[in-house]
């Protein structure tokens, strides 16, 4: 088995003093992370075809949530909330939507972004209990008491509901 020069070059510089098997798994372990390291946040190949199909039934809610999922993967975030934007208004009440949203916004760090996106849920549908919850959350880490306790409160009563 040949190596590409550059790794057959690091493998013989960096360690002569592995055997050669466990030199070609570092070299592959090197090479993998290279390969990994310079593909980070690009589209993958797999969203091509997302893209073509999108274009052609733009109001299908499933297929667009599942590349939003594919972006959100790649780190993508803007363009997976643009995407669920797309399918929230076509169908401004699905579930899946609004959860996909609520947790794309969780794993963001700016906490008043994060009100708003989950405000901006509840204005959509306002018996969405988990983006309460959420809410409430997010107004007890900013030390905002008052407003946390009234929604954790609609939580509850929407939770009693269920």
């Keep these: 088995m040949k190596f590409p020069n550059i790794y057959r070059n690091i493998s013989r510089l960096l360690l002569p003093s592995y055997s050669g098997l466990v030199r070609i798994g570092l070299v592959l372990v090197t090479a993998g992370a290279s390969l990994a390291f310079v593909t980070e946040g690009q589209p993958t190949a797999l969203s091509r075809p997302f893209e073509q199909r999108i274009s ?36 401004p009440v699905n579930p899946y939507a609004l959860r996909f949203y609520n947790e794309l916004n969780a794993r963001s760090a700016d906490l008043e972004n994060e009100i708003k996106l989950t405000r901006e849920i509840l204005y959509r549908r ?14 007890e880490y900013e030390g905002q008491t008052d407003l946390a306790n009234e929604a954790r409160q609609k939580a509850e009563a929407l939770a009693k509901k269920l």
């Design 56 to 91: 052609k039934t733009p109001e299908d809610a499933h297929l667009s949530l599942e590349y939003a999922g594919e972006l959100a993967k790649t780190g993508q975030t803007e363009e997976a909330r643009e995407q669920i934007m797309g399918v929230l208004n076509f169908d």
């Design 126 to 139: 306002p018996d969405y209990q988990k983006a309460w919850a959420r809410l409430a959350t997010l107004y």
